[in-house]
């Protein structure tokens, strides 16, 4: 097995249970009655890990933890790191040992390592569009339930950044907040008196005399929420200095690259985490 | 609420669990800063989950239970049952309740079910595609790690059917098997010896003579893979009556209803559950 | 400590919880006052597991998990494998280690292996009694709650073979079933749309009019149900070829060899796991 | 359904979790197939816990959590309380509400009840016995991974007593621990200085020279081991009034009259947890 | 039982795990012995809920938490909210339901309100203290393992403020980072790198020319370590209007006052939450 | 690391999801974003935990399991033992490893023990006064959630016994079991009935005449509730070689040596454990 721990930055503590639900999901009852049944105790394998596509990849480690909760004499070596391109056909890792654990866990690792790096290919792929305009690249909490610290990770890996990973680490207040507020003045000194000094604060707007407002309120913030071109990039402009500002709303790989050149700092993509297209990694021995 | 329990045919006790994590991972260790600091306590609120594209909706349920969860005086009423399509812009269902419930409990409920309406409308799809072959459309354990048994019950909801649960509630023999127990007829035998009188074995085959082979054998299905139209035709025709078969491998909307002309019995397609487009799904207060 | 995993085709991550739970209900808060108070922390021990009657031996593996998650120092090494027959007085395992880590695992590691030695033992007897018969000794749902998993693994290890693990990896409809449906047409053409194409289905009958319109169905296997010598014997020959045959109710060692010389294919018994008789088995230091 | 908590001087929250894995280790991934398959949603259904054979009954609470965890409702109400004598096709309770919920949750609340009754029932058969001696029976600690707590209080039920919950409640000081310690005295004085004021200390003793000597250190309690009945008659009248005496080691429904007879203060018995035989209980709808 | 959730802000999914903890961790395995023996099934009873002695109250929700898991039977009416002042002798709450409950409960209950309340004290007793100087009162990482949560919630019922829950919801750079990262502008640019735009970073300078240094980088917030007053005056006047400043290390009661009046924008306070003197609280029935 | 297990005689496996728990508060969903961002992957740190003031150390195991828990690859070397005093500024242990790691799980470690070094150290404070007198200092049930059996351990350390670990180890009767039971002996009658022969039984009395009751009926130990010193000794009197005497209510530090000097056998103080001041500990690098 590789270093320690499995994901840069995040303790296997972390990351153990995930995997072992995802295993016992996938043992259920009675183990993996096919391998039991054929392949013999002491039989041993090699195998690799292998891109049948192009992509970013991500979550190397997570395959990793899987070889190994099945069995820990398994070793696994890669042959790349997250983060990095690999070629259609590329060996991402090399796996050596006991042959019934190599295909008892197969399904899992593959099942991790497609979806992550499905989730970093997209997001590298949109930030190689923007490149050169300074603007970062973010995920949502639009994420698949179970899978939201993993998903960011591999958002990480392509290269893009996060935005929150849930409701108690910043405030994003809302046209709702706001309504139930009875204003975006109230809603506002209502989260700063909340709000601990560590907390950050954003806020949502759909006009440039909401925008105003917000900027006037001192906000760290703002979320643009489904502006037109001119629209953004003059809300850019009055907030420059003043807030970070986030574009928000229909934007696809065809209009990321214009919405980046209005200078805003970040776009945010739903997309990143709930629509993912699992990059086709397979298992060959 | 409304119908107990919260998807047809798994008890809650199946799926607290689950929505529960979700739940918890979106809430942290702190909750939901935004909506303590801003929203009255006593405020109620009316909300529609609404359909913001058309599709077939799958997962009411889990939003059901995402807002009981938070908080019991929510109450839910559905305008439109899983399993049905939805038109854009259509209600799904009704909230009434506290306000801060509604919103802390809103991300997770529509995380569920905007994932689980994009696998039973892309399924549902299919089905359409391939109406009056009897073909049937089968999902995998490509599945996204901690969500198989909610995928493959949307996949139910979008007319489609259900392979394996998992490595213990059916046996499917594959190429590393053969190799590992030195022979086809080999690994069958192992493989009946070890099943008990309920489990059912598959055989993967790749050519023609494996699968006459395979049918000497007395399996009960073949997995087809990767086969040309005429190859496939040919083994259909040769296992009818004899075996179950599943065409496997490579088949997208474009190719399906050919495939499906050939007689196979079902097609089975990783990306059911693998690739998921989300159906964008919101909550109008 | 021996081979991986503890119980042959059972990763250690199915059972370690279960031993885990069982070790903590043991220790309790405090743990082992009375080793904690008596025993020197250095002491070191070397013991024996010893059949104290004749009996096949099975859940060797669990003692050992028993012993190693109390301490990873003690090493137990064992002297015949499970599904072999021991004699009275003979070593099943030698233990060497920490004193205190042999005490305090002591007796949850002779609960689980004499509870399912047990069930070995009175398996592997009744299937040397219909020996030559080519009919199966098959268990039941009717098993300790939370053992479901170790008891079928200790009939398989005395000769035996499981009927189902649970409610979802098979069919078996019964009486209560066919009444609410309206009929055992109805109630398999529901079945049969409901399940997988991996999911076997069978029918419990009472009469050979039932029985006759099971078989037209098509079903995989019947359950006769409580049927005395002739009918059962007439049963069989009518499903030869036809559907799989389980002979159920009221067999007992007596009358075994009896029924099975019908040529059912599988009888199956309650009693293997609801009321097993532990096999004495005893630590020596 | 009854009254709360489900087994007297158990809070439910000590029960639930128990129940809860019960029911999930049947239920699987998938669910009740069959039920979900054939049964009508809004089907309702009445039926009766009837005993097949005659017994003293215990865990009809455990029975209610069952049905009521699968779904709340359904209502059970009991015709006998735990720990009362019913006869063969006695009524124990009635149960009315949705047949899905009935049928699932069936086979998981007669496991326990069945069990639990069994164990009552051997216990009731031998406090019958010595009916009139004093002597109490009590349980061990050879109880099945996961019930002690239910054991037990079946014991309770069935008129007998417990001995210790676990290692951390009392302390028992054992040959091997003697061994370990170098002595009696040297053992019992570790165990006297670290045990709390409220923990109690038994020793066993082989011969009345150990028990003289262990009688002398003060120790609240004598396990006097495998004594023939002259020995075990002396042991009790050297200890009376001075420690309670336990006799112990090949006690049978044969002897334990004899035995009780001798005037010892309890008959410990493992086989009432650890070989236990069910009490036929079953569901008539 | 009153309003939802039990802690304001903070959903019962989100407590009610820990106080089930608590609650398992008082019953053991065999529940209230001295309950279940003496008082009788049906007994009712009426209790209060009693300061001993003056302070501000928190964690009433918790004790109500504890109360419904043993027994939802059991009603609890506050006459005092979280956060106000109780007179040594006020009634908190009034209880009123089946007696067994109430007693079994009652120690989890004041545990967590006497514990709670004294957090609560403290705290207010030093906002108080600081009252007029703007200067805000905020608790640390310093807390009782299990119980972050709830002590970050007493603090601010007691009227302070929290610091960071955890390692992840905001960047706070110490010597032992700088000093690995070969200087505080490295540190603080690779934070900035890997940080997303909702996390703020802090950054702990212990001299003058640090804190230029680290206002010319732009953190977000100074932690000002171990100043004595009239360095810690010029920190402040220089940090004015580039970052917020937080005074920590060596500040009791006394010296509070004359920190506050510095200007600081926040006093950090372990002991807060690692040296809590209970509030005497008691249940009379 | 050092010996196992990590705290003497508690098994890790008791102990570990204790210290799980607490880095996975501290760890929340993104891990460590400091060190994350700050620290490089491959540096290494030697570090010593040192305390920062006198006192009598416990919970070194703990943070041994902390570092463990974060990265095996961390070696802790002891250099004082559990229940020894440190001065101020002594090294307790010697950390080498990864510095990501001893970074991460440094606050943990710390937080855990400082609080069993407060607890540690104010009993052996207390036991220090009470030195020569024959009296035991024993602790309560009002520990901090969560925390009992490691509170319990530390009270042990400085030289305490413990009171019972929770509500089903032993039997203690107060003024309100009395009332709803109708009185004292049918109380105890009650109690003595139900419990097992290795539960003690304790009853409070509030006066002489109660105590002289409880005597004539055998209790274990009696519970003396707020006694003046006079009457105290007038108990102690009474009671001896009839039951053991606790001493109970009231009793401070000031006022220990003079009850203990009346010959009473416990004195029991919840604020060893309820109102803990932590002993200041730090990792310097």
């Given at each position: 097995m590789t270093a320690t721990p499995a994901l840069p930055g995040l303790p296997d503590i972390l990351l153990e249970p995930l995997v072992r639900q995802a295993l016992l999901e996938d043992l259920g009852?009675?183990?993996d009655l096919t391998t039991d049944a054929?392949?013999?105790?002491?039989a041993r394998a090699q195998a690799r890990l292998v891109a049948r596509a192009p992509g970013t990849i991500a979550g190397l480690g997570l395959a990793t933890l899987a070889f190994r909760l099945i069995d820990p004499a398994i070793t696994l070596t890669t042959e790349i790191a997250d983060g990095h391109q690999a070629a259609g056909?590329?060996?991402?890792a090399r796996l050596d040992g006991p042959a019934r654990g190599i295909l008892t866990a197969e399904r899992v690792a593959l099942n991790f390592l497609g979806h992550l790096s499905g989730i970093a290919t997209i997001t590298a792929g949109i930030v190689a569009q923007i490149a050169g305009t300074g603007t970062r690249v973010v995920c949502t909490r639009k994420t698949l339930p179970g899978l939201r610290v993993v998903q960011k990770y591999a958002v990480r890996a392509g290269g893009g950044a996060n935005h929150r990973f849930g409701l108690d680490d910043a405030i994003l207040i809302k046209d709702n907040h706001i309504a139930l507020a009875g204003g975006v003045a109230e809603a506002f000194a209502r989260a700063r008196a909340r709000a601990g000094h560590m907390v950050k604060i954003e806020l949502e707007v759909d006009t440039l005399s909401q925008l105003e407002t917000a900027l006037g309120l001192g906000v760290d913030a703002v979320l643009l929420d489904n502006m037109d071109l001119p629209t953004l990039r003059q809300a850019v402009s009055m907030a420059r200095g003043r807030a970070l500002t986030e574009a928000s709303g229909g934007i696809t790989p065809d209009n990321a690259a214009a919405i980046a050149a209005t200078g805003v700092d970040m776009i945010s993509l739903g997309w990143l985490t709930h629509s993912v297209r699992a990059l086709d990694v397979g298992l060959d021995i």
């Open positions: 009852r009675a183990g054929i392949v013999p105790d002491g056909g590329a060996v991402l």
